[in-house]
């Protein structure tokens, strides 16, 4: 459904020197700094599916948002939505897609939320009945109605986008791209926006780009992950293989035997060096280890060996401690020509 190949978005910025001569220097001669916001990414999102566009502050995400949405041309590489590039068919890509930006509203700013709807509905040519049925939705989800007539530049950061996320579905679009949509919503909201992409996946089929960085949307709403690092992708497939890439995983059990708390820790400790035993708050203890040097049927067998087990389970890893250890990674320099490092 979407595609993108060896895409890549550079910005000329002019530098400024420092200081008053600088600045007088700056308005003579400008020199230019390039930034690379998109460094050659390639990758298929398959349609239907829901994937979270992850990556640092300044990743890229929304640079390549933005291309694929038609409101930027790359600097070279290309992009298709539905076989159609985007920033070339912009009102035929505009159709089938809905967008959000948290961090600048598609509304009319001077327009109350029912009216810029009964625009949107002129434009997308949208059926009675397709109208009535969103609606109805957005009215019991996201109390729509209480957002009255006052126009979108006076509506509180939530307000506006509880309007936006229903503006990007009104038309029952085949994709939607939400960038960073849940800001500003408090929790019920939250929950309210993950049962609209939610109902719009199963019913509809709706291919969903989500980039947020709130980990419990992502948990909630995505089954696929696209990290990407300095403008990079790092990791492209369903989540729960990114989870797998943790360097730290947690046994949690409980025994029957009569050791003490300390000398079973300490008995952990030294039979899997490297390894963090302590006592979580519900009395259980808690076993991290480092997967890179143990698997967890080797941490599972010497706790069996050990300890009558009594209850053991093993928690998914982190999503938060993973992405933390992919964005403090340092950026891998680019191999020479001549292929030296
Ligand atoms: N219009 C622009 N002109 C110049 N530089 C830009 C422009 N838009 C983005 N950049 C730069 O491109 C890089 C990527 O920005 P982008 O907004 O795509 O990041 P992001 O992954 O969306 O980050 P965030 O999580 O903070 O939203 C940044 O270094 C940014 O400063
Ligand atoms: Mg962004």
Redesign the pocket.
């Known amino acids: 459904m979407i595609v993108a190949e060896h895409l890549v978005k550079e910005?000329r910025?002019a530098e400024r020197r420092p200081g008053l001569l600088g600045s007088l220097a700056t308005l003579f001669t400008r020199r230019h700094r390039l930034?690379r916001?998109?460094d050659d990414v390639s990758f298929e999102i398959p349609a239907g599916t829901r994937t979270a566009y992850l990556?640092?502050?300044?990743?890229?995400?929304?640079?390549?948002i933005k291309m694929l949405t038609g409101i930027m041309t790359p600097t070279s590489g290309r992009c298709l939505v539905g076989g159609v590039e985007p920033y070339r068919n912009r009102q035929l890509n505009a159709r089938r897609i809905g967008v959000v930006f948290g961090?600048r509203s598609q509304l009319w700013w001077d327009l109350s939320v029912p009216d810029s709807f009964r625009i949107l509905r002129r434009i997308y040519d949208i059926p009675a009945p397709v109208y009535r049925r969103n609606l109805a939705l957005f009215r019991e989800l996201l109390d729509i109605d209480a957002l009255g007539t006052t126009p979108v530049r006076l509506l509180s950061l939530g307000q506006r986008m509880r309007a936006e996320i229903a503006a990007s579905l009104l038309h029952d679009p085949a994709v939607l791209f939400w960038?960073?949509p849940t800001i500003g919503l408090d929790m019920v909201l939250k929950d309210a926006v993950r049962e609209l992409v939610n109902r719009a996946h199963q019913e509809l089929g709706t291919t969903l780009v989500l980039?947020s960085?709130d980990i419990a949307d992502i948990a909630a709403i995505c089954d696929n992950v696209l990290v990407?690092d300095h403008?990079r992708v790092v990791h492209q497939g369903p989540l729960h293989d990114l989870l797998r890439t943790a360097a730290h995983r947690t046994v949690v059990f409980d025994h029957r035997d009569g050791t003490s708390a300390a000398e079973a820790l300490r008995g952990i400790e030294t039979g899997l060096p490297g390894v963090h035993a302590a006592t979580g708050d519900d009395g259980r203890i808690r076993v991290e280890y480092p997967t890179g040097r143990y698997t967890s049927r080797q941490v599972l067998s010497f706790l069996l060996d050990r300890f009558d087990l009594a209850d053991c389970y093993a928690p998914e890893p982190d999503l938060e401690d993973v992405l933390r250890q992919i964005y403090a990674r340092p950026r891998t320099p680019e191999p020479a020509e001549d292929g030296t490092p």
């Not at 990556?55 to 390549?64: D, E, P, V």
């Open positions: 910005f910025i930034v916001a998109v990556g640092a502050n300044g990743a890229g995400k929304s640079t390549t961090q960038d960073e980039t960085h990407v403008g």
